[in-house]
């Protein structure tokens, strides 16, 4: 069974705090994804690596940052953690010529 | 305007009954096609790709219509462990060799004893 798996559930962060968001993946995807879901607006893709320190924007990359420094791990950072970016943030893996991803159970991030 | 519109529900059905509802698209060239389904707190998960012929899978019958651009998803024979929200899925090529998957919204689903 693939598992993809996220650092935390639930995190409570304030106002211009850095935050890192880990995701890590056991099946040697290529593929890695981090998404923030809101409700209303589903599922909104902020960046995605298709190999190991290579990323791309994906459609709201403001504000974040992500890094691929080992092939089963990504991680999404938030430099300076706004309200805005209260929300649930799932992280999904696949493989390269795939278009089933695998997501991990998320993290509802709040930022007070 | 979003790229991926769905119906948000819910829509409640009794067991044993039929549902089905609909997902329209923006994008015309847009390539692969497919329902996720996600359970109240819990992360999606693949439930069905959407192929040009429509396809069935156990009670679930998936329907792609290009021409007017929209998906549709059928329930048969509801369950209570059907109620979920429904994620229609489109998947755009980007000048990437790999496209990028829209997500819709999601639409709620209440099966009721």
């Known amino acids: 069974d693939v598992k993809v798996t996220q650092s935390s559930r639930y995190l409570v962060k304030r106002t211009g705090e850095k935050v890192f968001l880990e995701c890590v993946q056991d099946m040697d995807h290529e593929n890695m994804f981090w998404y923030r879901q809101d409700p209303g607006l589903g599922l909104r893709l902020i960046y995605f690596s298709y190999d190991v320190k290579m990323k791309e924007k994906g459609d709201i990359p403001e504000g974040y940052s992500v890094s691929r420094e080992k092939k089963e791990r990504f991680s999404l950072i938030l430099e300076s953690a706004s309200t805005n970016q209260t929300s649930m943030y799932l992280c999904?893996?696949?493989?390269?010529?795939?278009?089933?991803?695998?997501f991990g159970p998320g993290t509802r991030l709040t930022v007070t | 305007r979003k790229e991926v519109e769905q119906d948000p529900g819910p829509f409640n059905v009794p067991e044993g009954a039929t549902v089905a509802f609909n997902c329209t698209y923006s994008n015309s060239a847009s390539q692969s096609f497919f329902w996720y389904r996600q359970d109240c707190r819990k992360e999606p998960k693949l439930l069905m790709s959407v192929y040009s012929s429509g396809n069935e899978d156990g009670r679930f019958t998936a329907q792609l219509n290009r021409a007017s651009q929209y998906i549709s998803l059928l329930i048969r024979d509801s369950k209570l462990s059907d109620s979920a929200t429904y994620l229609c899925?489109?998947?755009?090529?980007?000048?990437?060799?790999?496209?990028?998957?829209?997500f819709g919204a999601g639409t709620q689903v209440v099966v009721t004893p």
């Open positions: 899925v489109v998947n755009v090529m980007t000048t990437d060799s790999w496209g990028k998957l829209q």
């Open positions: 999904a893996s696949s493989f390269k010529n795939s278009y089933e991803q695998y």
